[in-house]
């Protein structure tokens, strides 16, 4: 680890926007830009309830984490051919790159297509080849399938069942969409088969959720990384025990603040998290309609909360030990910033 340098804080910005991090906690669909969307409803012949670019972003005013949902799967209404998806993963993944991301684990809602009558071919092929093309932005890219916690466990298993031809194209799986009322150990068998096939587990708790849903994804879930988690700090022997266990949580400030589980950004736990030991990073969760991607996420949370260059270098290098990627590339990436962090400190 470099030695860390005082940044002042008119240069700090341009140190989180240059810094290579990962980002582990993104919704491709949520990356959905109001004009992609008009362009993907055009090319399939598409009427949308909006007549502007302008009045569909302006719709974006969300109370909480349904009426955010409500929009986030209309929108996706416009995604219809390999080729949508393949372009909608594209300009993330240009977005991506141009915000030093090294790696990304793209979080992806199949229910939402088939239940539409996308095939899950159609979703994966189109996904996974903008993963691959992905490659020649510098971008390291895998996916991870998500199941939808507001519909049942049964519908989960067929979910995985239709996923299972394509398993050599996604990494893991995940649990997300309302959480409320929807607690983990509701998907335990689906979770449980899916240890068995090798994939990686992930789910979002302790978003709006109690500390309860953290432990029980870790215990009865058995996930290796919690999505969100910021309930954890109002249950002491959870902090620490994601502290000793040193399990990832994948924080997303921007949508904290959107969805009001913060009543502002100076009041973000993203520093106490760090203080306690945890290993938490910096995520956009869905750029679109949050009002940033992963660089906008790190900036305004940096300049409201006065976190500086010792937890910038902290966040970059978690986010890489948190990400399932090789240990050679992990090693790479994190000797990479390590190296613009010492030509900061010159």
């Given at each position: 680890m470099p030695s860390i340098p005082h940044i002042p804080a008119d240069r700090l910005p341009a140190l989180l926007r240059a810094m290579p991090k990962a980002e582990l906690h993104i919704?491709?669909?949520?990356?959905?830009?109001?004009?992609?969307?008009?362009?993907?409803?055009?090319?399939?012949?598409?009427?949308?309830?909006?007549?502007?670019?302008?009045?569909?972003?302006?719709?974006?005013?969300?109370?909480?984490?349904?009426?955010?949902?409500?929009?986030?799967?209309?929108?996706?209404?416009?995604?219809?051919?390999e080729q949508d998806f393949?372009?909608?993963?594209?300009?993330?993944?240009?977005?991506?790159?141009?915000?030093?991301?090294?790696?990304?684990?793209?979080?992806?809602?199949?229910?939402?297509?088939?239940?539409?009558?996308?095939?899950?071919?159609?979703?994966?092929?189109?996904?996974?080849?903008?993963?691959?093309?992905?490659?020649?932005?510098?971008?390291?890219?895998?996916?991870?399938?998500?199941?939808?916690r507001h519909l049942s466990e049964e519908e989960a298993f067929e979910t995985l069942e239709q996923a299972l031809p394509w398993r050599d194209l996604f990494i893991g799986v995940g649990l997300d969409s309302s959480e409320l009322g929807h607690p983990p150990e509701k998907f335990a068998r689906v979770f449980a088969r899916c240890r068995e096939l090798g994939l990686r587990l992930v789910a979002h708790a302790g978003e709006e959720g109690p500390p309860a849903y953290v432990w029980s994804a870790l215990d009865v879930l058995k996930v290796e990384r919690i999505d969100h988690g910021v309930q954890s700090v109002h249950d002491a022997a959870l902090m620490r025990r994601l502290a000793q266990d040193r399990i990832p949580l994948t924080v997303c400030p921007l949508?904290?603040?959107?969805?009001?589980?913060?009543?502002?950004?100076?009041?973000?736990?993203?520093?106490?998290?760090?203080?306690?030991?945890?290993?938490?990073?910096?995520?956009?969760?869905?750029?679109?309609?949050?009002?940033?991607?992963?660089?906008?996420?790190?900036?305004q949370t940096f300049a409201a909360t006065g976190l500086g260059a010792a937890q910038a270098y902290v966040l970059a290098?978690?986010?890489?030990?948190?990400?399932?990627?090789?240990?050679?590339?992990?090693?790479?990436?994190?000797?990479?910033?390590?190296?613009?962090?010492?030509?900061?400190?010159?």
């Open positions: 919704h491709i669909e949520g990356s959905l830009e109001p004009e992609l969307i008009f362009a993907l409803a055009q090319r399939n012949g598409l009427s949308l309830p909006y007549p502007s670019v302008e009045a569909l972003r302006r719709a974006y005013a969300f109370t909480d984490l349904q009426s955010f949902l409500d929009i986030y799967y209309a929108g996706a209404g416009v995604l219809l051919t393949y372009d909608m993963g594209m300009a993330y993944l240009k977005r991506a790159a141009a915000d030093h991301v090294l790696r990304t684990e793209i979080f992806f809602d199949p229910q939402t297509h088939t239940a539409r009558g996308v095939s899950m071919e159609t979703v994966i092929q189109g996904l996974h080849r903008a993963c691959r093309d992905g490659a020649a932005l510098g971008v390291s890219a895998e996916l991870i399938l998500c199941f939808l949508s904290n603040l959107k969805l009001c589980v913060f009543p502002t950004l100076q009041a973000h736990n993203l520093g106490a998290l760090l203080d306690a030991g945890l290993v938490a990073t910096v995520n956009s969760d869905d750029p679109a309609y949050f009002g940033g991607y992963v660089n906008d996420n790190y900036t290098k978690n986010s890489f030990e948190a990400s399932f990627a090789e240990t050679r590339l992990k090693r790479d990436w994190i000797a990479k910033l390590d190296e613009v962090f010492e030509q900061a400190a010159r």
